[in-house]
Nanobody, 115 residues
Framework: QVQLVESGGGLVQAGGSLRLSCAASGSIFSINSMGWHRQAPGKQRDLVAVITSGGSTNYADSVKGRFTISRDNAKNTVYLQMNSLRPEDTAVYYC?????????WGQGTQVTVSS
């Protein structure tokens, strides 16, 4: 059974930083693509960042240069380092993992950026 548990969310002032973590279990983590989406109130869930099993990354234009996705295969964990945070980054952040063409989601962690 694949499980994803996010942590690291919270309240931060604009310009600040947070690092989100997502611990995975129940899968062969190192061979799977991982990523983060986010969903603001009243809006759709949007892609933030992706990292493949080989370490290639891709980002939404809105976070390029500010966010960095990384993974530690020894710890079965993916990270999202978020710098220069803006109020518009406020959302629930969800990590996901692709296992045998199926996408599994975590429960989400709230990030709130105050102006």
């Amino acid at each position: 059974q694949v499980q994803l548990v996010e942590s690291g969310g919270g309240l931060v002032q604009a310009g600040g930083s947070l690092r989100l973590s997502c611990a995975a279990s129940g899968s062969i983590f190192s061979i799977n693509s991982m990523g983060w989406h986010r969903q603001a109130p009243g809006k759709q869930r949007d892609l933030v960042a992706v990292i493949t099993s080989g370490g290639s990354t891709n980002y939404a234009d809105s976070v390029k240069g500010r966010f960095t996705i990384s993974r530690d295969n020894a710890k079965n964990t993916v990270y999202l380092q978020m710098n220069s945070l803006r109020p518009e980054d406020t959302a629930v952040y969800y990590c996901w993992e692709v296992v045998a063409s199926k996408v599994y989601w975590g429960q989400g962690t709230q990030v709130t950026v105050s102006s």
